[in-house]
């Protein structure tokens, strides 16, 4: 089987776009604008064409079976408004994942995002993510470490602020995708300089704390290939050992996964080549940030399994574990749905 870690419903029907722009014009009228979730009329039909015709017809093509599959990123906009336009946004948006798995519950398995808001204590989302994963069978949720959108104004990952979620994501047996949404910051391009550097920021957040003390089965998802990170692994041991912070490896490896959202051979061979295998997890992230076919190959950039098949060094029992059993392991409530 194989089992892609990071998808995102960027094809949503058009009625989910018209209730933000709704969220937009009120919170312009009035900064102060309190959000009521209301109704979102979207049928199975416009569901089932919005995702037959893009991610389910590309799992056929390219040969994957199950996507783990979350609200559009860019779209989680959590420094919009305040927490009623986050939360009423939120539910509307894991509302529609879970009805996507209903759907086809034999292709896609939910992710949710969290209605996070700028210097808001997280223990508000403590009630999504019991909702959510509690009652709705979610496997997973996506963290936002920069709510604010590029200007990095809430604590970093290891202070005590994040940890009611922390402690919910525990007693639930879930991981976490590290993952920010659209970028506010002029010096950012969105899928691009921040979603990189924002994993990479993450990641040594993480990795100069000691959180992982306070919560040994914890569990974090780094996506994008960890941005910087794996191509930097040299710097960031220099500077663990210098800071005597002990052996990266054991520092971060029980409790810190990559994904394979990188788009090119090298890039993934890289990978491959210096985190243990682990530690990732299968990953294409389509249809999202880079949907062009690569002239170099004639394949589609973001068609992944062809790098991992490509790649030389592993052998197939290595492989398999990228494809399927990692994810297995990492989120454990997954087997409901496998």
């Not at 996507?100 to 204590?121: G, I, K, R």
């Not at 590290?178 to 969105?190: D, P």
């Not at 592993?314 to 409901?336: C, H, M, S, T, Y």
Request: negative net charge; contains cysteine.
């Amino acid at each position: 089987m194989i089992i892609d870690c990071h998808g995102h419903y960027t094809t949503a029907p058009q009625s989910l776009g018209d209730y933000r722009e709704q969220q937009r014009r009120a919170l312009e009228a009035d900064p102060n604008h309190r959000s009521v979730k209301g109704r979102l009329a979207i049928s199975d039909d416009q569901i089932r064409e919005s995702i037959e015709n893009n991610q389910l017809r590309l799992q056929r093509e390219r040969g994957t079976d199950m996507t783990i599959f979350s609200p559009r990123a860019s779209w989680m906009g959590h420094h919009l408004g305040n927490e009623s336009t986050s939360l009423a946004w939120t539910e509307h948006c894991n509302d529609l994942i879970k009805r996507v798995v209903d759907l086809f519950p034999e292709n896609f398995a939910p992710v949710c995002q969290l209605p996070q808001s700028p210097l808001v204590t997280p223990e508000a989302c403590v009630a999504e993510l019991e909702r959510t994963v509690g009652q709705m069978g979610f496997v997973g949720c996506n963290l936002n470490p920069d709510p604010s959108g590029g200007f990095w104004k809430d604590k970093p990952l290891h202070d005590r602020f994040w940890y009611p979620i922390y402690e919910k994501m525990v007693e639930l047996d879930i991981p976490a995708m590290i993952h920010v949404s659209g970028a506010c910051h002029e010096a950012f391009h969105t899928t691009s300089s921040y979603y990189l550097s924002a994993d990479t920021t993450a990641f040594v957040q993480l990795m100069m704390s000691d959180l992982f003390k306070d919560f040994p089965e914890l569990r974090f998802i780094i996506p994008h290939g960890g941005g910087a990170v794996p191509y930097h692994w040299g710097r960031f041991r220099g500077m663990a050992q210098d800071l005597k912070l002990g052996d990266l490896e054991q520092r971060v490896l029980d409790n810190i996964y990559f994904d394979t959202c990188v788009y090119h051979q090298a890039g993934i061979d890289l990978l491959l080549e210096v985190i243990p295998d682990k530690n990732i997890l299968f990953a294409s992230e389509m249809i999202g940030a880079v949907r062009g076919v690569d002239p170099q190959t004639g394949h589609y950039f973001d068609d992944t399994k062809r790098y991992i098949d490509a790649n030389r060094a592993l052998d197939a029992g290595q492989k398999q574990a990228i494809f399927e059993g990692n994810a297995r392991r990492v989120f454990p409530r997954l087997d409901r749905y496998l």
